[in-house]
Nanobody, 125 residues
Framework: QLQLVESGGGLVQPGRSLRLSCAASRSILDYYNIGWFRRAPGKEREGVSC????????DYADSVKGRFTISRDVAKNTVYLAMNSLRPEATAVYYCAETAYPNYVWPDALGMEIWGEGILVTVSA
């Protein structure tokens, strides 16, 4: 059973950067898509970004385009989310997730099969 472990969260001031990591217990190439989701206090879970292992294409929520970057290191079985120019509204628990479903459509959270436990990111002065 694949396991995903997020790291890199914490408290950061507005305007600063943070990089989240999602370490998989086996090859990330076993899965078609890897995504980052978040759940802010009092809000529903939303998709942040996704990367396809098929062709390396990426997707982003409109709210993070141009500031967040998803990437992967296949050798390390790790996916990253670099977050720049962070805003207070980015405060949330961030989750990484993977799916082996080839017809997965972003940003459908229900289509993801394996989830990490999440990590808290707090953007505050």
């Amino acid at each position: 059973q694949l396991q995903l472990v997020e790291s890199g969260g914490g408290l950061v001031q507005p305007g600063r950067s943070l990089r989240l990591s999602c370490a998989a217990s086996r090859s990330i190439l076993d899965y078609y898509n890897i995504g980052w989701f978040r759940r802010a206090p009092g809000k529903e879970r939303e998709g942040v970004s996704c990367i396809s292992n098929d062709d390396g294409s990426t997707d982003y929520a409109d709210s993070v385009k141009g500031r967040f970057t998803i990437s992967r290191d296949v050798a390390k079985n790790t996916v990253y989310l670099a977050m720049n120019s962070l805003r207070p509204e980015a405060t949330a628990v961030y989750y990484c997730a993977e799916t082996a479903y080839p017809n997965y459509v972003w940003p459908d959270a229900l289509g993801m099969e394996i989830w990490g436990e999440g990590i808290l990111v707090t953007v505050s002065a």
